[in-house]
C-alpha cells in the first residue's frame, strides 16, 4: 500500500497527552495502545496519525495556542465533513468529536485514514509524472472542484452552512483587516491591491459550497494517480461565489513561465508539461459546472492577496516568538512577491500569464 504523506515525530509544542486521549478513544470504539505521529505540513489546523491496536485513524485539532475559534472550528469541520459524506463519496469518513477540552487541550475530531498519494511541490523520487499524466491529473482535479460546486446542498443538510450574499465584500474586508493586525513592514503592493479589490468587488455569480483551500497536497490521489479519492481540509469551507473558489485554486497554480517567486512557493507540480493551464482549467471549469467565469481578474488577485496576508500573518508570528519554525522566516518575501504580481493582474487585466520579471 502506497502513501506518501508520511507522518514524523511530534513536533515540539504540538504533542498530545495520550493518558487522557487513550480512555476517550476507547469509549469511541478505538482502544488500546495510542501511538502518535504527526504529518509534517500544512501552516494551520494541526494532523496527527494515531496508532491505536492494530488500527490507523487521523485526528485534526487547531494549533496549540491559537485562540480563534472561527478559524478552528472542529465540530463545524466535523459537521461538513459527516454531511458531506452521505452524498459524495471523496471525504474521509468521520468516527466522533471531541469539544471537551480538556481531553487534549482543544477540540478535536478523529477520521478515518485515507491512503494514496498526495502530491506536493518536490516530487519523491521513483514517481514519474509524464506529459500524459499531469494532463489526466489536473482535468481530475478541476473535475472535483466543479463536483464541490454543483454539490446538492439540501441532499447533504448544508444549506445553512454560511451565507453567500455578499460574501465577496464580507472577505474583501476581512482579509484586508487581518493584513492591517498582522501588518510588519511597509509593503506598497498590498495596500494598492487592497484599496483596488475594495473598489472592484462584484456582485456574487451564486452560492454553492465552496473549498477554499483547494490544491494538489490538500487532495488524495489513488496509488495509480489515475484520480483523486479524496478532498482533505475542510476547514475554510463554506457557502459562497463558486468563482472565489475558482480564484483560490487558480492562484496555487503556478506555471512554468510564471515568476521566479511564485515558482519557488508552488504548492505542487502544477508546472510540468501536460498541466492544463489556468485558461484551460477555467475553460473546463466552466463546462462541467455550466456556469461562466467572469470577473477573473478580481478573483485572481483577490487570491493572491488572501496568500499574501496568511504568508504575513505566519511571518508575524515568527517575529513574535510565537513559533521558532524557521519555513516561517522567509514569509514576508512570499508577501512582496504575491502582492506584486497582484498588481500585475491589475494593471493588465491579464490573470492568464504573468510577466516573469
Request: proline share 5%; glycine share 8%.
Amino acid at each position: 500500500m502506497v502513501t506518501l504523506d508520511r507522518p514524523e515525530k511530534v513536533r515540539e509544542g504540538a504533542e498530545l497527552d495520550t493518558t487522557r486521549l487513550a480512555p476517550w478513544l476507547a469509549a469511541h470504539g478505538l482502544p488500546g495502545g495510542v501511538e502518535v505521529m504527526q504529518f509534517p505540513r500544512g501552516y494551520s489546523n494541526v494532523t496527527y496519525l494515531l496508532r491505536v491496536g492494530d488500527r490507523e485513524v487521523v485526528l485534526r485539532r487547531g494549533p496549540p495556542g491559537v485562540k480563534i475559534a472561527s478559524a478552528h472550528d472542529m465540530g463545524r469541520e466535523h459537521k461538513i465533513l459527516s454531511h458531506l459524506s452521505n452524498v459524495w463519496p471523496k471525504v474521509p469518513k468521520v468516527i466522533a468529536l471531541c469539544d471537551d477540552e480538556s481531553v487534549i487541550g482543544g477540540a478535536f475530531y478523529v477520521m478515518q485514514r485515507v491512503h494514496g498519494v498526495i502530491l506536493r511541490a518536490k516530487l519523491p523520487e521513483g514517481i514519474a509524472l509524464p506529459p500524459e499524466r499531469m494532463k489526466q491529473l489536473s482535468e481530475s482535479l478541476i473535475d472535483t472542484l466543479a463536483e464541490i460546486h454543483t454539490t446538492d446542498l439540501a441532499a447533504a443538510g448544508l444549506s445553512d452552512l454560511g451565507k453567500p450574499a455578499g460574501y465577496n465584500a464580507r472577505q474583501v474586508k476581512g482579509w484586508t483587516e487581518r493584513y492591517a493586525k498582522a501588518k510588519t513592514d511597509e509593503i506598497p503592493e498590498m495596500e494598492e491591491v487592497a484599496s483596488w479589490l475594495a473598489a472592484n468587488t462584484p456582485t456574487e455569480s451564486g452560492g454553492t459550497l465552496i473549498h477554499n483551500d483547494f490544491k494538489y497536497d490538500n487532495v488524495v490521489l489513488a496509488e495509480d494517480l489515475s484520480r483523486v479519492v479524496a478532498v482533505l481540509d475542510w476547514e475554510m469551507s463554506t457557502l459562497g461565489d463558486p468563482l472565489m473558489d475558482l480564484g483560490c485554486a487558480l492562484s496555487y497554480w503556478v506555471e512554468e513561465k510564471d515568476p521566479m517567486m511564485l515558482r519557488a512557493t508552488r504548492f505542487g507540480p502544477t508546472d510540468l508539461p501536460g498541466s492544463l493551464t489556468r485558461a484551460q482549467l477555467v475553460a473546463r471549469w466552466e463546462a462541467k459546472t455550466g456556469r461562466t467565469a467572469t470577473n477573473m481578474p478580481f478573483y485572481y488577485s483577490f487570491a493572491l492577496f488572501k496568500l499574501a496576508v496568511v504568508a504575513q500573518q505566519l511571518y508575524q508570528r515568527y517575529v513574535r516568538g510565537l513559533t521558532k519554525e524557521q519555513r516561517y522566516a522567509f514569509m514576508i518575501e512570499g508577501v512582496k512577491g504575491l502582492s506584486r504580481a497582484a498588481t500585475r493582474v491589475i494593471a493588465t487585466g491579464n490573470w492568464q500569464t504573468l510577466d516573469a520579471g
